[in-house]
Nanobody
Framework: QLQLVESGGGLVQPGGSLRLSCAASGFTWEYYTIGWFRQAPGKEREGVSCISSSGATTYYADSVKGRVTISRDNAKNTVYLQMNDLKPEDAAVYYC?????????????????WGQGTQVTVSA
């Protein structure tokens, strides 16, 4: 059974850092584009970043560009989202998703498989 599990969220002060992880099981991980999305209360789910199956193509939303780095370790079936200089507006539930397109921006409706999300809170 295909499964995605996010981890690494938590409470961080403005300017702090977090590394989110998305671990996969149940499918051939290295064939899939992976996306990270976030959804804040009362807002639509938005694409944050994505990485192609080979890792050669990445995308970052303008709101996080320069502060966020996506990477993947296919041997570990894991994709990472390193987030630095976090701002209060970054607070949201972060989801990873598989089997979509690494487009500009990644669209939630393009991705077939989703994790349950991990909460990121940015507050002093």
């Amino acid at each position: 059974q295909l499964q995605l599990v996010e981890s690494g969220g938590g409470l961080v002060q403005p300017g702090g850092s977090l590394r989110l992880s998305c671990a996969a099981s149940g499918f051939t991980w290295e064939y899939y584009t992976i996306g990270w999305f976030r959804q804040a209360p009362g807002k639509e789910r938005e694409g944050v970043s994505c990485i192609s199956s080979s890792g050669a193509t990445t995308y970052y939303a303008d709101s996080v560009k320069g502060r966020v780095t996506i990477s993947r370790d296919n041997a570990k079936n894991t994709v990472y989202l390193q987030m630095n200089d976090l701002k209060p507006e970054d607070a949201a539930v972060y989801y990873c998703a598989a089997d979509g397109y690494c487009d500009a921006p990644p669209h939630p409706y393009d991705f077939s498989y989703w994790g349950q999300g991990t909460q990121v809170t940015v507050s002093a």
